[in-house]
């Protein structure tokens, strides 16, 4: 499985940014996805979760409301749709995916992407 984030760049805060995974495979929908951030000088950290259908999703408290994780089964894509973006989003975004593993959301993950950098100003 390879993944291929795309989207990030330089966007203003309070707009709206939406990051695109693309995944390579035809088992895209056997897989859950999801979309960490690492900031400059910082630890990776989890941000949200989708299952194989899309039917759940999970959400770390600090993007609850602000973020949304959807998924595109037939396109093999998953985005992150990011509203009103601060200037502390500024970081690399990654994609992962792992197959199901009976826990929810997942504790690890298996298969990441490049990242992609989004910058927000002020």
């Known amino acids: 499985v390879q993944l291929q984030a795309s989207g990030g760049g330089l966007v203003q805060a309070g707009g709206s940014l939406r990051l695109s995974c693309a995944v390579s495979g035809r088992t895209f929908s056997s897989y859950h996805m999801g979309w960490f951030r690492q900031a400059p000088g910082k630890e990776r950290n989890f941000l949200a979760a989708i299952s194989l259908s899309g039917a759940s999703t999970y959400y770390t408290d600090s993007v609850k409301g602000r973020f949304t994780i959807s998924r595109d089964n037939a396109k093999n894509i998953v985005f992150l749709q990011i509203y009103n973006p601060k200037p502390e989003d500024t970081a690399v975004y990654y994609c992962?995916?792992?197959?199901?593993?009976?826990?929810?959301?997942?504790?690890?993950?298996?298969?990441w992407g490049q990242g992609t950098l989004v910058t927000v100003s002020s």
């Open positions: 992962a995916a792992r197959r199901p593993s009976g826990s929810w959301p997942p504790s690890e993950w298996h298969y």
